[in-house]
Each structure stands twice: as structure tokens, then as C-alpha cells.
């Protein structure tokens, strides 16, 4: 039998910014303590009936107050998931406290736990403010302390030492195959290792881990900020379908033996266990995410409760995140659950996000969608049984779980994937699971595949415990896909990063940190909100927002901030301004816009002017000449360009393009400035923080009643790029 421990003792009521009762008595405690015993210093006075509170003692000890407090919450704890949600609860919703009288202190930052030379106990530093006299002489002072803690090093579960606590569950078969569900799922205690399919047609099943390591017990997983996992696969000779799920699933909704699947039907191998009802009619119920290895092209019909209902588009076999479609029924006869994996469906809402596609038409991942060829197998095609055909492939998955909410109140998810074949060479540190592996300066390092989603608080709860295993189905043909050296580690150093707020003489920025719906925010004062259209929501640059917004040349999408907002004329910039934001190109498209200023596509001069642009950070057009320099055919250069009356000319009178061209499916940050009045250079222009062209003479933008475009330049998405924006400042 098994001994169940108990996970996070209760937390302390919310209260809001007003602080708790516990906080309260520590006050009181302390600093009414420290009152009675030095209360000499804390009054000085000229005559003794008029007394007047020593306020920076008050602060002080104030801020000591919250470091003692800080102390005594996180000590409590010898688990460090524990650790990491209590972090984050002091940082965000009691991240202040406040008394009675006004007084207050404040936890400016605590850090992630970490250990001195990688061994030995765990610590956090606490920084702390007090405040004091917020009516008279108000006072602050701020403090900092190391504190150890009683949380030790989890260590990492998997096949090796625990393979006999992954549990089969649900299997079952088609009517014709009835006594095949047992193969469905096959563990090896011996060799240690899962075979899925069972070289079988028409079978499904799902198995999950059911041990007592780590924070889990049963099984029941507390997730914490994520996790990174590590296993790799192969297929036996022959395989070809249909695929299986790597899964994580929300335990608070799901018991031991949730799986998909569905039984009366001839086909129920595109569901791969993940979707559907299963054998008890209640499947796997959201939340839940997933990284899909399909090997079999199903896309006939968009019905899911018919068989080929997949979506998958050209592409064979590929690699897709995928959460849960939606959850009402499409009809009297077919369940909402069919879609769960079925791409493109869902809402794309906090409550029901939409399944990636292939939105990119390139496999390039970014979208939550990868493959290598798009007319051909680059997985089934090493399960031959020619020695150098036959491969091993090497699956890493991390997954970075928000602890603070963004300014909406949604929580962000981001699953990254990285699928290298075992004759690929990788960088050092590929199976350490004690620490993140992409490095952005290393393209090496970087995942294949990569989505981001936001949650509600109530599917955000749902998903502090959870279940991992793998999901699996066959249809018409056979597979065996042999899973081994699994090895997961719940993530112990989160990166706890607040919403950045806009710097007061910014006009906008636009931090998309949505992840959802079609309202871009302007979290500036200005409130200048755009409208999304015909874009989609994919993993951005991270912190302090997970998400970007794709735009394409195949759907004309964009961000538009309408030129009859409120405050939108103070976009209507003339002598001087600064355009800045990240850029992830697809692919390069003539003239595509990256932030402009204007509406029209009407051209009313020869030279090209469109009838009411006034500034445009965008790209080049093919064999276009600037300043006598000659852009080749498939440049990718930025050009920053103010426009007068006569803006185009020979040369460009008021354009800074970059000195080289940009790589694809690689983040830049890039910022134009432009300022008639300097003394020196009046353009410029900056790639990734480096200076990369400039000019000296500028002559400052019209003044045009206008709208602004985000990834593209005129109405309707005209002129866009094929890429990926994030963090846009004006």
C-alpha cells in the first residue's frame, strides 16, 4: 500500500492589497515589540505635549517585518514546487501589505532557490521596503536577507528506476479486433521500455505514470512552474500509423484511467487515445496539452466524428502542440471530445485555446507545427530495417508554467519541443534536465517546435496537479514505437517576471501579452488598443509576455490601431520619434510592413508615396536602390523611412536601411529613431542593439490624420509580413 502525503498546507485567506490576518499579527508583533522596547527612539520632541513619530525608524522596521514574514512562509516548506508557488504568491498578490495607518511593506523581489556551488542546501535573497507616514513625513527604507531553506533537491523520476509505476489504462479495440487491446500498451520491466501499438491494427490505449516520486503521489503530480522531460523512440520496421502523444493532463480532472479513444468504430486510430470518449464515455477531459507524433495523414473531412477528420493538411507525418477543441457537442451524434487533437479547433480563448496548424504552410515550429518535407515521411522513413534507415529519435520537452498572472488575469503556458535523430549531433547539456537548453545566441540550441497559450485562473488550478504519460492508437495500419530512457524533472528555478509597464514618455507599448481573442492592449496611459485581424497567437520572445502575434502574406493580417481611437493623434509624430520591436521572419516578403503609420494604398506620386504615410519601419523591396546601395534579389534588410511631400526621390531623402541582410526563423530587435533637431546624426538604426546605419540630415514626418499597422502597412493588411512581432514600442 501505498503511504499518501499531503501536499501544500492551506494558504492564507486573500485579502487582497489590504494583506491577511497573519500578516497582521506579524506587525503587530514585531513592530509593536520593537516599539516597546527602544520606544525612546521612535518619538522626539521640542516640548513633551508636542510628539511626533520617528518615521524612518518606522520603515525600517517595517521592512524587517516582511523579511521575518518572508522567512517564516517559505521555511515552512520542504517541497520546492511548494516553494516556487509561495515565491510567487508574495511577489504578486500579497506583494504588498498594508496597516491600518498606512504604513506598508513591500516585497520587491525574491529570488528563484538556489544552491552555492550546485551542492548543498537551498537559499533565497528577500528585498524588502518598508514605508511609513504616508500622510506626513513619509519615510521608506529598504532591506535584503539570504535565508536557507528546508527544501531539499527533488531529483529526477523516470524508466530507469521507476518504470514498474507507469500503469496501462483504457485499452481497448475496434469491434473485428476485440482481443488486440491488450497489445495496445506493453511495458518491459527487463529492457525498460514502453511499446505503443503493438504492431496491431484498430487498438488504442494510454498509459501513465502512477509512482510516489518526486511531488507526485499516485501520480497525482503537483506541476508547479513545468517541467523538463527526456525519452526517445523508435519504430519498428513496418510501422506506419498512426502515432501517439506525449501528454499532460489535468489530474484534478482526471482519474488514473482517463483515455481516449473510441471502440465502435472501424477506425479509431487518428483520435490516438488523446481524443474521444474511450471506454468509459468521459475520455480525457481539459485541461490538458500534449506534443503529437502523428504518422498518418487523416484530412478528408473536418467532421471529427468521421474517420480522415484530422485537418492535417500536405504534410505526412509531422510534430504539432496540441490542447483540446471545444468542448460543446457539434451535434446529437458526435461528441465534442473528437477534436482534441484535430488542428486548428478551439475558440482561442483563455478557456478553450485552438489547436496550432500549420498556419506558416512551412513546418518551421514556430506556429506549434513541424516537419522537414512536406510531400514525404522524415519519420517513418528510418523505420526500415536497413542498418543506416533505421534511427532512434531523441525527444527533449520543456514546459515554462506562468505562477503570476499578465495584466488580464491569464496565465501563460509555453511547450517547447526539441526531435533530433540519433546519427544528429547536438550541443552538450541536450538530456540535462536540471537547467533549460536553448540559448539564443546558440541557433544550435534552439527547439524545433514551440507554442504558447494563455489559461484562466479556474483551467490554471485545474492544472496544478497533474498526470504524464503517452496516449496511442492504430488504425487501418500497424505500429510499434518503442519508448525509452524517459526521465522527467519538475522545474525548481522559475523565472518569475512581472508585465513591464510602459516608461512614462512612451506613447504606446504593446507587450502581447494576450495569448488570446483579437484586442491587442496598449498598456501605456494612452489606452491605444488595436484590433487583430486574420493573425494568429504563437509563441513570442518570453518574458515579460509568452506570446507574439503571427502575420502572413497568405491571410493579409495585422494589428491595427484605427486613426479615430482616443489619443491615436498622438501617434502623428513629426519632428522626432523611436519605433522598437522584435521581428521573427517566415519568409521575405517585398516591401512588408513592420509598424506604419497610414492607411492609404492610394500611390499619388510618381515616385511611389502612398496618400497619407508618414513614418514606416519595414522591409525592402527586391533589387530596390537606397542611397547607391543596390539590395540584392532576396535581401532581408529593415528600412526606417520618414516621409515630406516628395518623400521618395533618388536618392531616398529621409530612409536608414540596414548593413546586412536578416537570417530566417531567428528573433531581432530593431529600433529606429529619428530627431530633425539633433545636433549630429538626425536617422538611425539598430539591429539587436548594435548601431547599423544612420544619417545625418533628416527633414521629420508629415502630419497625416492616420491609423497604425503592426505587421503590415495599409487597411486590410496590405503589404504584411511572414513572420512573427512582439513587444512593440512607440
Not at 468521459?282 to 468521421?306: H, Q, S, V, Y
Not at 521618395?648 to 529621409?654: A, D, L, Q, S
Request: glycine letters at 10%; aromatic letters at 10%.
Amino acid at each position: 500500500m501505498r503511504t499518501k502525503r499531503s501536499f501544500l498546507p492551506p494558504r492564507p485567506r486573500r485579502t487582497g492589497q489590504r494583506g491577511s490576518t497573519i500578516v497582521y499579527v506579524i506587525i503587530a508583533l514585531v513592530v509593536f515589540g520593537a516599539l516597546a522596547a527602544a520606544s525612546v527612539s521612535l518619538f522626539s520632541s521640542s516640548r513633551m505635549t508636542a510628539s511626533r513619530p520617528n518615521c524612518a525608524a518606522q520603515a525600517r522596521l517595517l521592512a524587517e517585518s516582511g523579511l521575518r514574514y518572508a522567512a517564516s512562509e517559505l521555511r515552512q516548506y520542504t517541497d520546492l514546487i511548494d516553494v516556487n508557488l509561495r515565491i510567487a504568491y508574495l511577489t504578486g498578490a500579497q506583494r504588498t501589505n498594508t496597516l491600518s495607518d498606512g504604513g506598508s511593506f513591500t516585497f520587491t523581489s525574491i529570488s528563484a532557490p538556489y544552491q552555492v556551488g550546485g551542492t548543498g542546501p537551498f537559499y533565497v535573497n528577500v528585498t524588502c521596503r518598508g514605508q511609513a507616514c504616508p500622510d506626513s513625513d513619509q519615510a521608506s527604507h529598504t532591506m535584503t536577507a539570504t535565508y536557507s531553506l528546508s527544501a531539499q533537491e527533488p531529483g529526477q523520476l523516470g524508466f530507469e528506476d521507476d518504470i514498474e509505476s507507469f500503469e496501462e489504462v483504457g485499452e481497448g479495440a475496434s469491434p473485428w479486433a476485440p482481443d488486440d487491446k491488450d497489445d495496445a500498451i506493453v511495458v518491459d520491466p527487463v529492457n525498460k521500455t514502453v511499446t505503443l501499438g503493438g504492431g496491431k491494427r484498430g487498438i488504442f490505449g494510454c498509459i501513465w505514470y502512477g509512482g510516489d516520486l518526486q511531488t507526485c503521489t499516485d501520480g497525482d503530480c503537483r506541476l508547479g512552474s513545468g517541467f523538463r522531460g527526456y525519452f526517445e523512440f523508435e519504430l519498428e520496421p513496418g510501422s506506419q500509423g498512426d502515432g501517439f502523444t506525449f501528454a499532460v493532463i489535468s489530474a484534478s480532472q482526471n482519474p488514473a484511467t482517463a483515455c481516449g479513444g473510441k471502440s465502435d468504430v472501424t477506425l479509431p486510430g487518428e483520435l490516438l487515445g488523446y481524443a474521444g470518449p474511450g471506454i468509459d464515455g468521459n475520455g480525457i477531459k481539459p485541461p490538458k496539452l500534449a506534443l503529437e507524433f502523428d504518422l498518418f495523414r487523416n484530412d478528408a473531412t473536418m467532421w471529427p466524428c468521421l474517420p480522415f477528420s484530422r485537418n492535417d493538411n500536405a504534410p505526412r507525418d509531422h510534430v504539432a502542440v496540441i490542447y483540446w477543441g471545444r468542448e460543446d457537442n457539434y451535434g446529437p451524434t458526435c461528441d465534442g471530445t473528437h477534436d482534441d487533437n484535430q488542428h486548428g479547433a478551439g475558440l482561442l480563448t483563455d478557456e478553450e485555446p485552438r489547436n496550432p496548424d500549420d498556419w506558416s504552410a512551412s513546418g518551421a515550429g514556430f506556429d506549434g507545427f513541424y516537419y522537414i518535407d512536406r510531400d514525404s515521411d522524415w519519420i517513418r522513413s528510418y523505420n526500415n530495417r536497413t542498418p543506416n534507415r533505421h534511427r532512434k529519435f531523441r525527444v527533449r520537452v520543456e514546459l515554462d508554467r506562468a505562477l503570476e498572472p499578465n495584466d488580464s488575469g491569464f496565465y501563460c503556458y509555453s511547450l517547447k519541443g526539441w526531435i533530433k535523430r540519433d546519427d544528429q549531433s547536438v550541443p552538450d547539456g541536450f538530456t540535462d534536465l536540471t537547467q533549460d537548453f536553448a540559448d539564443p545566441d546558440n541557433p544550435a540550441t534552439l527547439p524545433e517546435i514551440t507554442n504558447s497559450v494563455v489559461l484562466n485562473q479556474a483551467r490554471h488550478q485545474d492544472m496544478e496537479h497533474v498526470r504524464f504519460g503517452w496516449t496511442t492508437a492504430t488504425g487501418a495500419t500497424t505500429m510499434s514505437a518503442i519508448i525509452s530512457a524517459f526521465e522527467l524533472n519538475f522545474k525548481v528555478d522559475p523565472e518569475l517576471c512581472r508585465p513591464k509597464q510602459a516608461p512614462a514618455d512612451y506613447l504606446a507599448y504593446w507587450p502581447m501579452y494576450e495569448g488570446s481573442g483579437d484586442i491587442l492592449h496598449d498598456v501605456s496611459d494612452n489606452n491605444l488598443d488595436g484590433f487583430i485581424s486574420n493573425s494568429y497567437w504563437v509563441a513570442g520572445t518570453g518574458c515579460p509576455s509568452c506570446s507574439g502575434l503571427l502575420v502572413d502574406n497568405r491571410t493579409q493580417g495585422q494589428a491595427h490601431v484605427l486613426k479615430d481611437t482616443p489619443n491615436a493623434s498622438l501617434l502623428d509624430l513629426t519632428d522626432q520619434g523611436a519605433l522598437s520591436t522584435w521581428v521573427y521572419l517566415n519568409s521575405y516578403q517585398s516591401w512588408g510592413g513592420i509598424l506604419h503609420h497610414g492607411d492609404s494604398s492610394v500611390v499619388v506620386t510618381s515616385d511611389g508615396i502612398m496618400a497619407d504615410e508618414t513614418y514606416t519601419l519595414q522591409f525592402t523591396q527586391n533589387n530596390a536602390r537606397i542611397d547607391g546601395l543596390r539590395i540584392r534579389r532576396g535581401d532581408r534588410r529593415p528600412m526606417f523611412c520618414t516621409f515630406q511631400e516628395n518623400a521618395w526621390g533618388t536618392p531616398y531623402p529621409n530612409c536608414v536601411v540596414a548593413d546586412e541582410e536578416l537570417d530566417l526563423q531567428r528573433w531581432y530587435h530593431i529600433v529606429g529613431t529619428w530627431d530633425k533637431t539633433a545636433a549630429g546624426d538626425q536617422m538611425k538604426l539598430y539591429i539587436n542593439g548594435t548601431l547599423s546605419d544612420t544619417r545625418a540630415a533628416c527633414d521629420g514626418a508629415r502630419s497625416r490624420d492616420a491609423g497604425l499597422h503592426i505587421g503590415s502597412q495599409v487597411i486590410n493588411g496590405g503589404y504584411p509580413i511572414d513572420g512573427v512581432i512582439d513587444g512593440v514600442y512607440i
